[in-house]
T-cell receptor, first 112, second 113 residues
Framework: KNQVEQSPQSLIILEGKNCTLQ??????????LRWYKQDTGRGPVSLTI?????NTKSNGRYTATLDADTKQSSLHITASQLSDSASYIC???????????FGSGTRLLVRP | DVKVTQSSRYLVKRTGEKVFLECVQD?????MFWYRQDPGLGLRLIYF???????EKGDIPEGYSVSREKKERFSLILESASTNQTSMYLC????????????FGSGTRLTVV
């Protein structure tokens, strides 16, 4: 069964600290993996998208990694800001498919 | 940037009402999607459309229908709203090749009382 699991479910960090969010998937055949940021009450916004051949991609203070062998991805946030408080959703798509498999998200709270 | 606009941010409807949720995208995307998002369940696909007047059921189509009369507009219809349809509804679109990122609308928070 195609699944995407994220950990931790929630995380609280102090402003300025770094953090890493995890995503494990069992989707096959794999096409790409995306990380989205979703502010409360808003729609998800794309941070990164990675295909099988890419193992790292950055978007400002956000860096995503992908290990296609172990089927794991991580999202690293550097020097966190209060505006980073949001849910972060890992999404995987199977090859040539419109269907996305969504993780349940990690809720991040950055405190001053 | 692609813009996906959902007509309402918040809606409150009564049980049994017919409800229309509207979504418009401005980049000529072929594919449009309706999802609902509930705590602990993530996003679940209700319906999608890959062309005008074409639609396919997603994972949870029961109680919903859709309409796509024009390429830029995709409507989700709740024929007779029920309290278990209280949720956040998200519209998304992508161009013809699925490898590109989805663009989501801001969402409509629907409450059925």
């Amino acid at each position: 069964k195609n699944q995407v699991e994220q950990s931790p479910q929630s995380l609280i960090i102090l402003e300025g600290k770094n953090c890493t969010l995890q995503c494990n998937y069992t989707v096959s055949p794999f096409s790409n993996l995306r990380w989205y940021k979703q502010d409360t009450g808003r729609g998800p916004v794309s941070l990164t998208i990675m295909t099988f051949s890419e193992n790292t991609k950055s978007n400002g203070r956000y860096t995503a990694t992908l290990d296609a062998d172990t089927k794991q991805s991580s999202l690293h946030i550097t020097a966190s800001q209060l505006s980073d408080s949001a849910s972060y959703i890992c999404v995987v798509s199977a090859d040539s498919s419109y269907k996305l498999i969504f993780g349940s998200g990690t809720r991040l709270l950055v405190r001053p | 940037d692609v813009k996906v606009t959902q007509s309402s941010r918040y809606l409150v409807k009564r049980t049994g009402e017919k409800v229309f949720l509207e979504c418009v995208q401005d980049m000529d995307h072929e594919n449009m999607f309706w999802y609902r998002q509930d705590p602990g369940l993530g996003l679940r696909l209700i319906y999608f459309s890959y062309d005008v007047k074409m639609k396919e059921k997603g994972d949870i189509p029961e109680g919903y229908s859709v309409s796509r009369e024009k390429k830029e507009r995709f409507s989700l219809i709740l024929e007779s709203a029920s309290t278990n349809q209280t949720s956040m509804y998200l519209c998304a679109s992508i161009p013809g090749r699925y490898r590109y990122g989805y663009t989501f609308g801001s969402g409509t928070r629907l409450t059925v009382v």
